[in-house]
């Protein structure tokens, strides 16, 4: 079983910056994706930030020039620096994974979420 813990979470005024961090841990052999989702009340779960193994990176045209997804493999950790952050951006924010364990069976694990909040 993989495991996700995320971090870094909060309250933030708008135009302030937040720091996100997902661990993962477990049976990993390699990792393929590490995945930012968001959801906010009354709307559907969407997909913020992507990165591959290989480092492309994607985003949904709402976050872009704003937020940046890195990861470090030595450690399976994925990061989402969010910066200028708006009112909109009020969600609980998931870490999602995709990878293989070590017996070579696809996983695709979540994090419990954390709440990021911006205030006028």
């Known amino acids: 079983q993989v495991r996700l813990v995320e971090s870094g979470g909060g309250l933030v005024q708008a135009g302030g910056s937040l720091r996100l961090s997902c661990a993962a841990s477990g049976s990993i052999s390699s990792i393929r994706t590490m995945n930012w989702y968001r959801q906010a009340p009354g709307k559907q779960r969407e997909l913020v930030a992507t990165?591959?193994?290989?480092?492309?990176?994607n985003y949904v045209d709402s976050v872009k020039g704003r937020f940046t997804i890195s990861r470090d493999n030595a450690k399976n950790t994925v990061n989402l620096q969010m910066s200028s952050l708006k009112p909109e951006d009020t969600a609980l924010y998931f870490c999602n994974v995709i990878g293989t364990r070590d017996w070579g069976r696809t996983f695709n694990s979540w994090g419990q979420g954390t709440q990021v909040t911006v205030s006028l």
């Open positions: 990165m591959s193994s290989g480092g492309s990176t």
